[in-house]
């Protein structure tokens, strides 16, 4: 890596740090911050696990000492960060994996991390060990689709390759199954029809006919995503796009 490719990660790294603070407010309740999970995929593909880790443990302790936010700020993203990059890596630059990886590091292991850590260092009482999941899990699906969607576009028109290749980052620009992601997607769908009805239920409460059919009409949702983004990923194989 050269000097220059160096330079422009810090500077990366640094203007990653600073929107996730100012975006991390957006659409935020305690046990789930959205935007974040959007900043962890994001820099884990463009610098990979280790800058991610890096770059969400900043974001944390920044919302921490200047927002009040608890600790979940770092318990909510670190994990997540760092398996998004490992996940992409691994699946050989597949973005849907990052999203994967989000979903694994901070629904399940950060939000089981949480419980003792919010019940030790902040006083919190009769939390259950799987308490956070479903709105981690709730969180990392909306981040994670926004960020998919991003750097989906940014693949197709090259832009990704060659903002990673500037980065010194690791270059993933061989085509990748439509098939695969698909199936990635709908697996997606899959977790969120869990976490959304574990969360209606035992989060918030939620009881009735449509809070009934809504973890299916999620699923159902993610499904039809799947078939569309085959579809259109087929039309644009044969077509040459």
């Known amino acids: 890596m050269n000097r220059n490719s160096s330079l ?137 689709s926004v960020a998919f969607l991003l750097l989906k576009q940014l693949a197709r028109n090259g832009m990704l390759f060659q903002m990673q290749a500037q980065l010194g980052a690791k270059v993933f620009d061989t085509p990748v199954s439509a098939a695969g992601e698909a199936l990635a997607i709908a697996a997606v769908g899959m977790i969120a029809w869990l976490a959304v009805k574990v969360a209606l239920k035992s989060f918030f409460g939620l009881t009735g006919a449509f809070f009934d059919m809504l973890p299916m009409i999620v699923l159902c949702l993610f499904l039809i995503g799947a078939v569309t983004y085959y579809v259109s990923s087929r039309k644009e194989a044969v077509h040459g796009i």
């Open 8 to 144: 422009l990660r810090l500077t990366t790294l640094a203007m990653l740090v600073a929107l996730g603070v100012i975006i991390s407010p957006i659409l935020r309740v305690e046990g789930m911050c959205p935007m974040a999970h959007l900043i962890n995929i994001v820099c884990a593909v463009l610098l990979g696990p280790w800058y991610s880790l890096l770059c969400a443990t900043v974001i944390g302790i920044l919302r921490m000492i200047f927002m009040g936010i608890p600790p979940l700020a770092l318990t909510g993203a670190i994990f997540g960060a760092f398996f998004s990059g490992v996940f992409y890596r691994a699946s050989g630059g597949r973005l849907i994996f990052g999203v994967l990886g989000e979903i694994f590091g901070t629904g399940i292991i950060g939000a089981i991390v949480s419980t003792p850590v919010m019940t030790l260092l902040w006083g919190y009482e009769g939390l259950t060990l799987f308490y956070y999941v479903p709105s981690f899990i709730c969180g990392t699906l909306i981040g994670g």
